[in-house]
């Protein structure tokens, strides 16, 4: 496995890659890595001739009130994670070699960028998609993989690439979760054990959504929502930032739930925030 952690390195590698016609597969992750990053860089192994993960802890994307200083990192355990599934590259660069001096570049999503997540964390996605835009152009993948688990992340990223003309395809995979439902989270460090039981009320919240349209066939948007969040409210250690219905291609509010909508919800549980999404799909 190399590790690479300029980008003038990183692009000298993709050019050869591409030289030898190779496919390059890359997942761009934060670290602490767990079995859902470890299922996106599987997934690029099998569909590409190389796999490229970054471990990169944008700055640019935290609020000054979020968890950037104490957001989890365990560079040793990624790098044996990593090594033991056979990825070729980690692409690891420090904040100055994605950020130089006097760096001003920003890109705007627009509107996308603002609902959901985006209402509570102002000028997070225009942050995500300036530094995926940046290591696209650094690693030339041919496709990158993304989780499910960040939903709007997914339609943010797929609109950048249409709209910028990058030369990439973007793969979203499945969310993975715990046995009994939790999805896997960096974050989920952070839960304590009354936390961690606490927490499957995400999930389960999703499940009785899901439920409402596909079995009780409850097709109002507002309803739904309302049983949802009555739902969240029974479990004491939980706080809802908001449980919305929206469209899955554009993300704009759906009032009847039609095929494709996707169900995003973000709780607080304790201090930790927490997201999960459910893609409401006839059986
Ligand atoms: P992060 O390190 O949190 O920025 O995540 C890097 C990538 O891993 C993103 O595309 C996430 O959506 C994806 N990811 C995070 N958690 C999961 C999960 N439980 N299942 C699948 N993908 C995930």
Redesign the pocket.
């Known amino acids: 496995m190399q590790l690479i952690k300029t980008v003038n390195d990183m692009q000298d590698v993709g050019r050869w890659f591409r030289g030898e016609c190779k496919t390059i597969g890359f997942?761009?992750?934060?670290?602490?890595?767990?079995?859902?990053?470890l299922?996106?860089v599987r997934r690029s192994k099998e569909e590409n001739d190389r796999t490229v993960v970054s471990i990169f802890i944008n700055p640019t994307q935290f609020g000054p009130n979020e968890d950037f200083e104490k957001y989890p990192r365990d560079i040793e355990g990624d790098l044996s994670k990593l090594s033991a599934i056979n990825t070729d590259v980690v692409f690891m660069p420090e904040t100055g070699e994605m950020y130089p001096e006097g760096f001003s570049v920003s890109v705007d999503m627009g509107a996308v960028g603002k609902v959901l997540c985006g209402a509570s964390r102002p000028g997070h996605f225009n942050a995500v998609a300036t530094v995926v835009a940046k290591l696209i152009n650094v690693v030339m993948p041919h496709r990158v993989?993304?989780?499910?688990?960040?939903f709007q992340?997914?339609v943010i990223i797929k609109k950048l690439v249409r709209e910028l003309n990058a030369d990439t395809k973007i793969v979203v995979?499945?969310?993975?979760?715990e046995t009994d439902g939790l999805?896997?989270?960096?974050r989920n460090m952070y839960l304590n054990e009354q936390e961690r039981k606490a927490a499957l009320i995400l999930y389960k919240a999703l499940k009785l959504g899901e439920e409402l349209v596909l079995s009780r066939g409850m097709d109002e948007s507002g309803l739904v929502k309302k049983e949802m969040e009555a739902f969240i409210k029974t479990e004491p250690l939980a706080k809802t930032e908001y449980v919305d219905i929206v469209d899955a291609y554009n993300l704009a509010p759906v009032q009847r739930v039609i095929f494709a909508a996707v169900i995003c919800i973000a709780v607080r549980i304790g201090k930790t925030r927490l997201i999960d999404n459910i893609i409401i799909e006839k059986g």
Request: glycine share 10%; charged share 15%; proline share 7%.
């Open positions: 997942v761009p992750t934060m670290g602490a890595l767990h079995e859902g990053h299922s996106l993989y993304m989780g499910q688990k960040d992340q997914t995979s499945p969310t993975v979760r999805a896997l989270s960096s």
